[in-house]
């Protein structure tokens, strides 16, 4: 995990395409993939440790998506899906953790295709956020995937 900035137009609604573009080039363009991050954090210099060390509480959001699991890039070559060389198997994604530990986010959303569906499972601490009000993120985020689709599907 690593800090990260988007900057989004103002104004007029941009076309999904366009925007994921834009949000492609500028993680792009992030050095090393944020990779030095995490091991300044424990292994800069010790100015650099204290620096990040206080530089404010961590991500509030955590998103974290998957992959496909089934018939996917890991079953290239193989004759047919789970023949590769290695499996995955997944329950319910996001549903194995322990009720008691709070996570390390305020909302956490985990994603992945599984049986060739697109799924989401969202987690948040019922004591900061209500269910309604993570059911309306829930809902906006379906309907921005639904358009994202409905825009890759039209003319370029």
């Known amino acids: 995990m690593f800090p990260v900035a988007l900057a989004v137009p103002d104004g007029a609604e941009p076309r999904w395409r366009d925007l994921i573009r834009s949000?492609?080039?500028?993680?792009?363009?992030?050095?090393?993939?944020?990779?030095?991050?995490?091991?300044?954090?424990?292994?800069?210099?010790?100015?650099?440790?204290?620096?990040?060390?206080t530089a404010g509480p961590g991500p509030q959001i955590g998103f974290n998506y998957l992959g496909q699991w089934e018939?996917?890039?890991?079953?290239?070559?193989?004759?047919?899906p789970g023949r590769g060389l290695y499996?995955?198997?997944?329950?319910?994604?996001?549903?194995?953790?322990?009720?008691?530990?709070?996570?390390?986010?305020?909302?956490?959303?985990?994603?992945?295709v599984q049986n060739g569906q697109l799924g989401f499972s969202w987690l948040y601490q019922p004591d900061r956020h209500h269910q309604a009000t993570v059911q309306t993120v829930a809902d906006d985020f379906a309907e921005a995937l639904r358009g994202i689709a409905r825009d890759c599907r039209g003319p370029r």
């Open 23 to 53: 949000v492609r080039r500028q993680l792009r363009a992030v050095p090393g993939n944020g990779f030095g991050f995490g091991a300044l954090r424990y292994l800069g210099s010790p100015a650099a440790r204290q620096r990040l060390a």
């Open 71 to 80: 018939g996917g890039a890991q079953d290239a070559g193989a004759k047919g």
């Open 87 to 112: 499996r995955a198997v997944h329950g319910s994604i996001g549903q194995a953790y322990d009720p008691a530990d709070p996570g390390a986010h305020l909302l956490e959303v985990v994603g992945a």
